[in-house]
């Protein structure tokens, strides 16, 4: 399993996407990584962001422009998770006229939300430097470490592949 490489020009970005990983948002989680790396690469544009990176800031959502509103972001039955969060994402860029997110999620996870934007018509931007850190504390078990991540996402992926999202 490849870690990502960073792909087109973070200036031509028109927005900033965040893909939460795991469920905590402490000051050393994944979220709260992620949620600084968006607010860095913001420079201006529109953030938008799965609830649990938005609420690992005390005020989040004064800091983030939208929250996806997707209450099953975190659950793997049906539409949900990545892909739940993705339609929402895409929705909104629709609405909003926007053409070229840069997709800010964990390392491990990245390439495949990159591959599941595509299918959906979305062309994003990666940024260097995504954390690479796994969520130690999470209520989702495979979000714990590599060690769960690589058959969690190998099963995830044929899954996924069966039902056309990747």
Not at 2 to 16: A, Q, R, T
Not at 28 to 46: C, D, F, I, T, W
Not at 50 to 71: E, N
Not at 127 to 154: C, G, H, M
Request: aromatic content about 10%.
């Amino acid at each position: 399993m490849n870690i990502y490489s960073p792909k087109g020009e973070i200036l031509d970005g028109d927005c900033v996407v965040g893909l939460c990983y795991g469920t905590s948002l402490g000051d050393a989680s994944v979220n709260k990584k992620l949620a600084k790396q968006m607010l860095h690469l913001s420079a201006g544009r529109p953030t938008i962001a799965d609830p649990p990176i938005v609420h690992s800031f005390k005020h989040g959502d004064k800091l983030f422009t939208h929250t996806i509103d997707s209450l099953d972001t975190n659950k793997i039955i049906g539409r949900s998770g990545t892909w739940g969060s993705l339609l929402k994402v895409k929705q909104y860029l629709d609405d909003h006229h926007l053409k070229k997110p840069i997709l800010v999620a964990q390392a491990y996870h990245v390439n495949r939300a990159a591959r599941q934007a595509q299918r959906l018509g979305i062309t994003v931007i990666i940024p260097k430097n995504l954390p690479v850190a796994f969520d130690k504390q999470s209520e989702q078990f495979w979000t714990r470490s590599l060690y769960y991540w690589i058959p969690f996402n190998i099963l995830g992926s044929i899954l996924l592949k069966w039902r056309r999202e990747l």
